[in-house]
């Protein structure tokens, strides 16, 4: 456990270092965002925070290929070659879009890039946790992680709208998903505790630690393209290299790590970003427009709109996203019946806190609609 929190403790202290002079060539680049009717900004804040970030990841990537204890994941170097790889990618691209705004179709071939960089390099889905059906055929195992990869960049993507927001969300679920790759990777290899899911989301949990100081509200800085299809990155690539464990797990499956987990809980880190994405683009079809455009659609506006502030709103969405990945990932420690009794207090307050004000704001235009006549001669 040190090692990987020595990992997440020099990116996060990289992230918090490389920042300011990211935000600083962002402003004399004028990498703004032209101001549209979705955005909640009324000043411009540069973009490019992203670059931080992914630097803050090589920067713990190089740490972590020092330790002795890590040094089981990089005996793979073609694994390490095809993230090195996509990493570099979805740095190239974002910076792009940051400063030009790529059309989506770009955008979307370099997403599949780097999602195909990973999976050529074989970080792949080679089991689906439904069942334990194994995925014989290399071609279908790269199908699958290119799309997996692809639809959490997006998911990631569609959810980065409010200060704070997207970091908060990966961070929190990021957390769940660490101490979960962690403890199974104790129950399958007692010997042995390098684990590539583990070790990446010890990297997210240092890059979104380090960057929220800067991005919450008010943000002094966003985390751009490269930013959010970095984080996506990560969560899908710990994901993906989860299915590998399979097969340890079979003769676990009933000790200590449930055997639907596998499944569960990356559904559950990601039920948030997967919610919004899922929302946005049945939208988006039913009035006839291209599902990668851009709206005022996004769960993250709505609240807003409807009477939240800024901060408000954020925090309303990560505790949501809290109790969802926290929850499940609580069914390893506790009796199933306790913790589904908490969750679903969990989720009845946050129904409340998420319902009650919109509400509230709804009956006043009425209240006053209502009073009207009685003020009139």
């Given at each position: 456990?040190?090692?990987?929190?020595?990992?997440?403790?020099?990116?996060?202290?990289?992230?918090?270092?490389?920042?300011?002079?990211?935000?600083?060539?962002?402003?004399?680049?004028?990498?703004?965002?032209?101001?549209?009717?979705?955005d909640?900004?009324?000043?411009?804040?540069?973009k490019?925070?992203?670059?931080?970030?992914?630097?803050?990841?090589?920067?713990?990537?190089?740490?972590?290929?020092?330790?002795?204890?890590?040094?089981?994941?990089?005996?793979?170097?073609?694994?390490?070659?095809?993230?090195?790889?996509a990493l570099?990618?979805?740095?190239?691209?974002?910076?792009?879009?940051?400063?030009?705004?790529?059309?989506?179709?770009?955008k979307?071939?370099?997403?599949?890039?780097?999602?195909?960089?990973?999976?050529?390099?074989?970080?792949?889905?080679?089991?689906?946790?439904?069942?334990?059906?194994?995925?014989?055929?290399?071609?279908?195992?790269?199908?699958?992680?290119?799309?997996?990869?692809?639809?959490?960049?997006?998911?990631i993507?569609f959810?980065?709208?409010?200060?704070?927001?997207?970091?908060?969300?990966?961070?929190?679920?990021?957390?769940?998903?660490?101490?979960?790759?962690y403890?199974?990777?104790?129950?399958?290899?007692?010997?042995?505790?390098?684990?590539?899911?583990?070790?990446?989301?010890?990297?997210?949990i240092g890059?979104?630690?380090?960057f929220l100081?800067?991005?919450?509200?008010?943000?002094?800085?966003?985390?751009?393209?490269?930013?959010?299809?970095?984080?996506?990155?990560?969560?899908?690539?710990?994901?993906?290299?989860?299915?590998?464990?399979?097969?340890?797990?079979?003769?676990?499956?009933?000790?200590?790590?449930p055997?639907?987990?596998?499944?569960?809980?990356p559904?559950?880190?990601?039920?948030?970003?997967?919610?919004?994405?899922?929302?946005?683009?049945i939208?988006?079809?039913a009035?006839?427009?291209?599902?990668?455009?851009?709206?005022r659609?996004?769960?993250?506006?709505?609240?807003?709109?409807?009477?939240?502030?800024?901060?408000?709103?954020?925090?309303?969405?990560?505790?949501?996203s809290?109790?969802?990945a926290?929850?499940?990932?609580?069914?390893?420690?506790?009796?199933?019946?306790?913790?589904?009794?908490?969750a679903?207090?969990?989720?009845?307050?946050?129904?409340?806190?998420?319902?009650?004000?919109?509400?509230?704001?709804?009956?006043?235009?009425?209240?006053?609609?209502?009073?009207?006549?009685?003020?009139?001669?």
């Amino acid at each position: 456990m040190r090692a990987y929190l020595l990992v997440a403790a020099v990116t996060a202290l990289t992230c918090l270092a490389l920042t300011p002079w990211v935000r600083r060539v962002g402003v004399r680049a004028r990498a703004y965002t032209p101001h549209r009717d979705r955005d909640v900004h009324r000043a411009p804040v540069p973009k490019l925070g992203g670059v931080a970030m992914v630097a803050a990841v090589l920067a713990g990537l190089a740490v972590a290929g020092t330790v002795p204890f890590l040094g089981g994941i990089f005996t793979d170097a073609s694994a390490m070659r095809g993230l090195l790889a996509a990493l570099g990618i979805i740095l190239v691209l974002g910076v792009v879009d940051d400063l030009v705004d790529l059309r989506w179709w770009a955008k979307l071939g370099g997403q599949s890039l780097a999602a195909l960089a990973v999976a050529l390099g074989g970080i792949r889905i080679a089991a689906l946790p439904v069942g334990w059906i194994h995925v014989g055929s290399e071609a279908v195992q790269v199908a699958l992680t290119v799309f997996v990869v692809v639809l959490t960049m997006n998911a990631i993507n569609f959810i980065d709208g409010l200060d704070g927001l997207a970091a908060g969300v990966a961070l929190i679920g990021g957390s769940a998903f660490f101490v979960y790759s962690y403890l199974l990777t104790r129950t399958i290899d007692q010997f042995d505790y390098s684990n590539l899911a583990t070790l990446l989301m010890a990297l997210l949990i240092g890059a979104c630690a380090g960057f929220l100081p800067y991005n919450r509200h008010p943000a002094r800085i966003f985390m751009g393209e490269s930013g959010a299809l970095l984080l996506g990155l990560l969560l899908s690539t710990a994901a993906v290299a989860v299915t590998a464990d399979l097969d340890a797990l079979e003769g676990f499956r009933f000790r200590n790590v449930p055997a639907y987990m596998p499944v569960l809980l990356p559904i559950a880190v990601l039920a948030l970003p997967l919610a919004d994405l899922t929302i946005s683009v049945i939208r988006r079809a039913a009035h006839g427009e291209s599902p990668f455009g851009a709206d005022r659609g996004h769960l993250h506006h709505r609240l807003v709109d409807g009477g939240f502030t800024h901060a408000q709103a954020v925090r309303v969405l990560w505790l949501w996203s809290f109790i969802v990945a926290w929850g499940v990932l609580s069914l390893n420690f506790a009796d199933d019946a306790v913790v589904l009794l908490l969750a679903a207090a969990g989720l009845a307050v946050a129904t409340w806190l998420t319902v009650h004000p919109l509400r509230a704001r709804a009956a006043r235009p009425a209240s006053r609609t209502d009073a009207q006549p009685k003020d009139q001669p």
